[in-house]
């Protein structure tokens, strides 16, 4: 969720560089994922990458077109929120 989505996060800095300030949360298992703009760019597709790819039967065609549509759902259900929050 988009870091302005929940209370008390604001300025919290991003999990992964540490320097900037997040702009989304993750609640994972053991705690809190923060990241910012850069990383969700740069890095966390190498995580999805390197997550997929170590699963020896993975079909990365398949990961990949997967990856791709449900980033665009992702991006539609979050500019949703804002403009529902705008209204
Ligand atoms: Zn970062």
Do not use: Y
């Given at each position: 969720?988009?870091?302005?989505?929940?209370?008390?996060?604001?300025?919290?800095?991003?999990?992964?560089?540490?320097?900037?300030?997040?702009?989304?949360?993750?609640?994972?298992?053991?705690?809190?994922?923060?990241?910012?703009?850069?990383?969700?760019?740069?890095?966390?597709?190498?995580?999805?990458?390197?997550?997929?790819?170590?699963?020896?039967?993975?079909?990365?065609?398949?990961a990949k077109?997967?990856?791709i549509?449900?980033?665009?759902?992702?991006?539609?259900?979050?500019?949703?929120?804002?403009?529902?929050?705008?209204?």
């Amino acid at each position: 969720m988009m870091i302005q989505e929940v209370a008390g996060n604001a300025h919290k800095n991003c999990s992964v560089c540490g320097t900037r300030r997040a702009s989304a949360l993750w609640m994972a298992f053991d705690g809190e994922l923060l990241c910012c703009e850069h990383c969700g760019l740069k890095h966390l597709p190498q995580l999805i990458a390197d997550a997929v790819v170590a699963e020896q039967g993975s079909d990365i065609e398949h990961a990949k077109a997967l990856m791709i549509e449900r980033f665009d759902r992702a991006v539609e259900h979050a500019n949703a929120r804002i403009q529902a929050k705008g209204s």
